[in-house]
């Protein structure tokens, strides 16, 4: 725990660094000497920020007359949000195909995102702040897929669209807790009594009890099945969660034994690491130069965050049982990006004629009338085994045009997800340590 501690500090004292440099691509000086002054300050605690009385995180800074904090710091946080997150254009008016956000901008505007809309409870305040977050993301990536309308009328014109929607689209989810797949584990049954478990405070909530997390009971001997069969990393955790849990409760429940992560994500992940390596050498066999591997698997935290937003807030999941982290598809997963549109039909034929997995779904993109953003590809769920697991794995088939503009889009995507675990996620790790 040290080590993650110490660890966050410096991803923080970097981060306030990035920001204090903050360099304004309008050469507007009083926002550049703003930020000087906001990200030189001690009292910018990045690592552990405090909100009060239903505040942000900025507006408590703000507030407190203690900090003597510049004025007007919150409107001017919006603006400079705003200006990092246009995009560059030409003299036309249109989006630079060449352009896009480099680091030092993603990071500023991950943490100032951070500041506009932490709060310590999920309340009015902090849902009107994320709206208004979200609408200027969307404000700005609608310019950046202006692009992609281009792209479909060309595709359209030269009659090759059509190729692309008759690629199939169709078939039933299958649930990573399936009989056919992770369902039939040993270690699953195990510990299904566990995977199972409903949320403690209320059975029936789909929404968090107590700051944002879903609490579950766990017993000595469940945690030494996880201990003996799990990475000792993801055990390490486990444990860690536990013991906040159990900081938690000491005063209230003392002798409770419980875990504020769905448990089943940590036997989820740790069966993903298993089957990808194999998983990933059979898409290197198919696709060659195509693929774009894969090799690390999605983290726990990241599973976590996409079961609460992606699916407990979800209407279309109401009806699903615990675990809901089940329904994640995507933790082993590749990219096959493919030049041509012809490309992307021999891309699934092969798919589909492989022997060693089995094509379960396909959610075609092409054959949408409107995705999000004007953003198609085609999603093959399969299920692969490997090192005598199962599971339901993702490949993505991707048009390269739409490839070059879906780099672009993802940097939108993390900074308008930004929410209470922000200080530890592992966006922000990846912007101020990858090169």
Known sequence: KK???????????????????????????????????VFTKDWVKLSYPISVNGKTWAETIADDPANNAPKGMVESLWKVLDEILEPETNGDGKVRAAWKMDKPSKTTAFVISAMLTYTLAKDAKHDENMKKLK?????????????????????QADGKYNQLVEC???GKRMRQDDEQALGKHATFKKLER??????LKDPSARSCPYY?????????????????TMDKDIVDWFLQQRQSCYVAFKYTEPSARRINFEPFLFFLVNSARKVNPAFQDLMASLYGDWLHRCDVVKKVQRCQDKVALDYMLDTEFKDDKPPIGALLGDVVRC?????TPEDVVEAMSKLKGCKKLTVLRIKNGFAAKNPAFGY?????????????????????????DYVFIKEKIHTYYSISRVGKNFASSPEMYGLVWKP
């Open 3 to 37: 080590a993650q501690d110490d660890r966050l500090q410096k991803t923080f004292a970097k981060s306030k660094e990035i920001c204090s440099n903050y360099k304004s691509r309008s050469s507007n000086e009083d926002l550049q000497a703003f930020m000087k002054e």
């Open 135 to 155: 609408e200027i993301v969307k404000s700005k990536v609608l310019k950046v897929t202006e692009m992609l309308k281009k792209i479909e009328e060309k595709l």
């Open 168 to 170: 199939g689209n169709g």
């Open 194 to 199: 566990l995977f199972k478990s409903p949320n």
């Open 212 to 228: 944002g997390f879903n609490y579950y009971d766990v017993t000595a001997e469940e945690e030494k099945i996880m201990d003996e």
């Open 335 to 339: 990219m096959v990006v493919c030049p």
């Open 376 to 400: 198609r590809q085609i999603l093959v769920n399969v299920l692969f085994e490997a090192n005598g697991v199962s599971m339901v794995c993702e490949v993505q088939v991707n048009l390269a």
